[in-house]
């Protein structure tokens, strides 16, 4: 009788615990439904090749945090379009609310967003621009205008050499250009190109690529100085990164830059370093790309959430910053540019 009576406490012991356990299980959906209030982006960011893509990165986590009422999938991709691609497909099958891409090059790009597209993603390009046959394939694009700002970075530089009396000297360029096949390597190295075909007097000597990074900036300047040496008149670097590399290169080989120097150093980018070379004069001129797309892609996504439309393309606004005030203004396509001089207050005014 003992036995009998033992063996059914313990079923229903058992059966307690169980129930138990039912009751947990039941308290999760309710977990979840609350996490899910949180809208869900996948963001796959080309790497951390300069100080510009760390501002870019940063904007990006600050804006779509758990307290702005986001969850942020960051994938890095170390400057690899595979990486991105496989980044896409893994957003994809996590069923995120968005994708948002900061494309590594242009092309390459129809499959893996007609998959996005397939399974109801928007996708929105930040930065650099995707080329795509259908451009159904994203929703929308925010970012720099980069051949405009090569046209400024030229229009700069026919102001300067006639401002110092030498607008119709000899002028031999060299570019050291950004990643091949990146928007803003397209568009800036454009922008010079066009300068150079508007200028009889301005010579190119030589187009190479940085890859956008201080040491390949190095690298390549070295290997220029070696090529032409005391011919070079400007140093065209497609971003700061690659005008440190590149200034470093020149003060070692025993050159001065600066515009009472053997050579100047034009720049893109003016991140916080940037303007700091600028205020000392080692890099002349630097045409702004402003990074802080976060609360830029924020606005698109509210909007879509809201059931609006959006812009299918948005540039933003961005200005030049000279070393000196021997240029106020430029003119490109018809229209003026002012020129702002550097100093310490317009450093401390910038936020990346």
């Not at 990006?60 to 690899?80: H, R, V, Y």
């Not at 080329?131 to 030229?154: C, M, P, R």
């Not at 250009?177 to 000597?205: C, D, F, M, P």
Request: with cysteine; hydrophobic share 40%; net charge negative.
């Amino acid at each position: 009788m003992l036995k009998r009576f033992t063996a059914v406490l313990m079923i229903f012991c058992l059966v307690f615990v169980l129930a138990a356990c039912g009751d947990k299980k039941e308290a999760t959906p309710s977990d979840s439904s609350s996490a899910k209030e949180l809208i869900t982006v996948g963001f796959s960011q080309v790497g951390a090749e300069s100080d510009w893509r760390t501002a870019n990165t940063e904007s990006m986590k600050s804006t779509f945090s758990e307290a702005n009422g986001f969850e942020l999938i960051f994938d890095d991709a170390q400057q690899k379009q595979d990486n991105q691609i496989a980044a896409i497909r893994n957003f994809i099958q996590q069923e995120v609310d968005y994708i948002v891409l900061a494309p590594v090059t242009e092309t390459g790009w129809d499959t893996v967003l007609q998959e996005a597209k397939d399974a109801g993603i928007p996708v929105i390009i930040v930065d650099r621009m995707v080329d795509v046959s259908d451009d159904s394939l994203y929703t929308a694009w925010v970012g720099s205008n980069f051949e405009l700002e090569g046209k400024k970075a030229a229009g700069w530089l026919d102001a300067y050499l006639k401002a110092a009396g030498k607008g119709e000297e000899e002028v031999n360029i060299v570019d050291i250009q950004g990643t091949i096949g990146a928007s803003a390597q397209i568009g800036r190295t454009a922008g010079l190109e066009a300068g150079v075909a508007a200028h009889s007097n301005w010579k190119l000597l030589a187009k190479v690529s940085g890859e956008f990074t201080q040491a390949k900036g190095q690298e390549v300047m070295e290997s220029l100085l070696k090529q032409y040496g005391d011919q070079i008149d400007v140093v065209y670097c497609e971003n700061d990164n690659e005008a440190f590399g590149a200034i470093d290169a020149i003060e070692a080989a025993g050159y001065k830059v600066g515009s009472d120097g053997d050579m100047i150093v034009m720049s893109f980018d003016s991140t916080n370093a940037g303007m700091t070379d600028t205020l000392s004069g080692k890099i002349t001129v630097n045409t702004e790309c402003n990074p802080l797309h976060g609360p830029r892609v924020q606005e698109i996504i509210d909007t879509l959430q809201k059931g609006g439309t959006v812009d299918k393309q948005k540039f933003v606004d961005e200005g030049i910053f000279s070393y000196d005030n021997s240029v106020t203004s430029i003119k490109v396509d018809g229209t003026d540019y002012p020129v702002t001089q550097v100093t310490d207050e317009v450093i401390k005014a910038r936020s990346y």
